[in-house]
């Protein structure tokens, strides 16, 4: 309900909070107040953006405008991520196919308003990011939820369509909150089916770059029906920069230029520029994703040892710990350990609405001093 006595707001906007901007909010608040506070609550990297994109932007503001870029974004960029899937995955794309976008959250918007109707089917993991069923309800699209910390199988498709014919899965991989990394074999199988049932497949890889056991494989590999959603806020550090990017079929790039031209002109130019610049930048962001490595490891082996089950955390920078041992109530678990500790981590039901109050999420994406400490001060508030 809104607090305006003027204003109604729209049924579409009755959409759920995004809990952990919450937390973010409640966190900063206190440690505005002098509070020490550890953040593990929303996927941000505490390394700023690489070298060489802060040079590239420093050389672009040389007094000269800074003005729109063509609505599908700059013809550098979008070249330069067409050879990224070829170096990195041995896949060629046409950069037609490419669209530059505001983040990841601006390439949802863009592909859910070109790909479904209200009324739309589309399928979820849960858990996952909250985002994808509020953003697909302000939209009038109904979202089915594919249930498993470990993934989705290619059987809860077929069952969920056979159920009810699905327009659209929309499928993480990693994911968050778990880090659960689907096979190649997986994707393979679900991308197939999902061409065979004429179903809208969506793959999130938004946290490729980030795995530590076996690369991510693009779903591109195995469909060129697939519509391929990524960011460089993760692996490359530019979370306040609002850039990411889309790979649609063929064909169908006009489809996402008319509905950017009016929802956003043009990305951001000056992003555009830095994330060219970053990807060449390999040498420090490895270095970064090493540091993740380290507290992944400090934060699986605290928490098992403190008696918290995990799901895989095979990518991404997350652990998505089980909480029932100590709780049934993460929105007050969070709470207490927020107020109580200092420590701000993510209430499970930001991610699964209906089993999510016996889990809680960890960002590991900081620094690992910090990482031992919040581990320190858990088991502490824990009273092991």
């Known amino acids: 309900m809104s607090d305006s006595p003027f204003l109604t707001p729209a049924r579409r906007a009755a959409i759920a909070p995004f809990l952990a901007m919450d937390v973010m909010r409640e966190a900063a608040q206190l440690r505005a107040g002098g509070r020490d506070i ?126 009810r014919k699905l327009d659209g899965l929309l499928l993480m991989n990693p994911s968050n909150p778990t880090g659960a990394l689907q096979s190649d074999e997986s994707m393979r199988k679900i991308a197939q089916i999902c061409e065979k049932r004429g179903i809208k497949f969506i793959s999130d890889e938004i946290y490729h770059g980030l795995t530590y056991e076996r690369p991510a494989q693009t779903a591109l590999a195995f469909s060129q029906a697939a519509v391929v959603v990524n960011s460089f806020s993760k692996y490359y550090c530019m979370t306040g920069w609002r850039v990411g990017w889309l790979v649609v079929p063929p064909g169908f790039s006009r489809v996402i230029e008319r509905l950017q031209q009016s929802l956003a002109i043009s990305p951001p130019t000056l992003s555009q520029i830095a994330a060219e610049a970053a990807f060449d ?91 031992i400490e919040a581990m320190r001060r858990l088991k502490t508030f824990l009273g092991r």
């Not at 672009?60 to 609505?71: E, F, K, V, W």
């Not at 895989?312 to 109580?340: H, I, M, Q, T």
């Not at 930001?350 to 001093?369: I, K, N, T």
Request: aromatic share 8%; glycine share 10%.
């Open 38 to 163: 550890i953040q593990m609550e929303v996927g941000a990297p505490c390394a700023g953006p690489p070298r060489r994109a802060r040079e590239a932007v420093m050389a672009a503001l040389d007094g000269r405008a800074i003005g729109y870029t063509d609505a599908l974004g700059q013809t550098s960029l979008r070249q330069r991520i067409a050879r990224h899937y070829r170096e990195t995955y041995g896949v060629e794309i046409d950069p037609e196919r490419v669209a530059v976008t505001t983040g990841s959250s601006g390439g949802f918007i863009m592909a859910f308003l070109a790909l479904f109707d209200a009324g739309a089917r589309v399928a979820i993991n849960c858990p996952s990011y909250p985002c994808y069923r509020n953003i697909l309800g302000a939209f009038g699209v109904e979202t089915v939820e594919l249930r498993g910390v470990e993934g989705v199988t290619p059987e809860q498709v077929e069952a969920a369509d056979d159920a």
């Open 281 to 371: 930048a390999t040498e420090e962001l490895e270095a970064v994703k090493a540091g993740y490595a380290r507290n992944r490891r400090i934060l699986l082996d605290a928490l098992t040892g403190m008696g918290f089950g995990l799901a895989p955390a095979d990518g991404a920078f997350y652990v998505y710990a089980d909480l029932s041992r100590f709780s049934d109530n993460s929105l007050e678990f969070c709470k207490n350990l927020l107020e109580r500790a200092g420590v701000a981590a993510t209430p499970g039901v930001d991610f699964d609405p209906s089993q999510g109050r016996r889990a809680l999420r960890f960002s590991y994406a900081g620094v690992e001093v910090d990482m």
